[in-house]
T-cell receptor, first 112, second 110 residues
């Protein structure tokens, strides 16, 4: 069974540039999550989708971060403009009642 | 909001040792996950528990709902077990998503 696919795997950008991450969840998983994991910390939820609707985006810095899940399948997370403190691993996960949680391999972002 | 505490934060052991990682949480939960994260960031789900004990190979996970505590054990540890182990809890009937501990960085030396 295919897992949660994320791309790119690594990204290095300069501060004030823009960046976008892509996630393709497990087929049939209605719920999709984006997490930010800063080095040495546990993942922090940025946004949770149920199908193509937003369930929770309370910790998403909306002045610079945006996310969408068109058609309730793939999702993109964008940062515009990036700051040094955005350097982190961005994890996508999807879940269903039957399968539980499945995480992607993450995108490691370095802002210089 | 659930608070999840893990201990120890860092653990270095010799190959073959029995490893225990602990997780405590503050509010009742519907499920607890143990996750493994290797360098590079990818996370693998090891166990999902709501009661009792689960075993998979050399890994054993237990949970005590009354004490709000879970443990992850690794028997006959091996260098390939070196990773960050993260405890995450699901509360609020699942609508709130996962709350993560900060992780335990485990190094198994040959």
């Amino acid at each position: 069974e295919a897992g949660v696919a994320q791309s790119p795997r690594y990204k290095i950008i300069e501060k004030r540039q823009s960046v976008a991450f892509w996630c393709n969840p497990i087929s049939g998983h209605a719920t999709l999550y984006w997490y930010q994991q800063i080095l040495g910390q546990g993942p922090k939820l940025l946004i949770q989708f149920q199908n193509n609707g937003v369930v929770d985006d309370s910790q998403l810095p909306k002045d610079r971060f945006s996310a969408e899940r068109l058609k309730g399948v793939d999702s993109t997370l964008k940062i515009q403009p990036a700051k040094l403190e955005d350097s982190a691993v961005y994890l996508c996960a999807s879940s269903s009642n039957r399968d539980g949680y499945t995480f992607g391999s993450g995108t490691r972002l370095t802002v210089v | 909001k659930n608070e999840v505490e893990q201990s120890p934060q860092n653990l270095t052991a010799q190959e073959g040792e029995f490893i225990t990682i602990n997780c405590s949480y503050s509010v009742g939960i519907s499920a607890l996950h143990w996750l493994q994260q290797h360098p590079g960031g990818g996370i693998v789900s090891l166990f999902m528990l709501s009661s009792g004990k689960k075993k998979h190979g050399r890994l054993i996970a237990t949970i005590n709902i009354q004490e709000k505590h879970s443990s992850l054990h690794i028997t006959a540890s091996h260098p390939r077990d070196s990773a960050v182990y993260i405890c995450a809890v699901l509360s609020g009937g699942g609508a709130d998503g996962l709350t993560f501990g900060k992780g335990t960085h485990l190094i198994i030396q040959p």
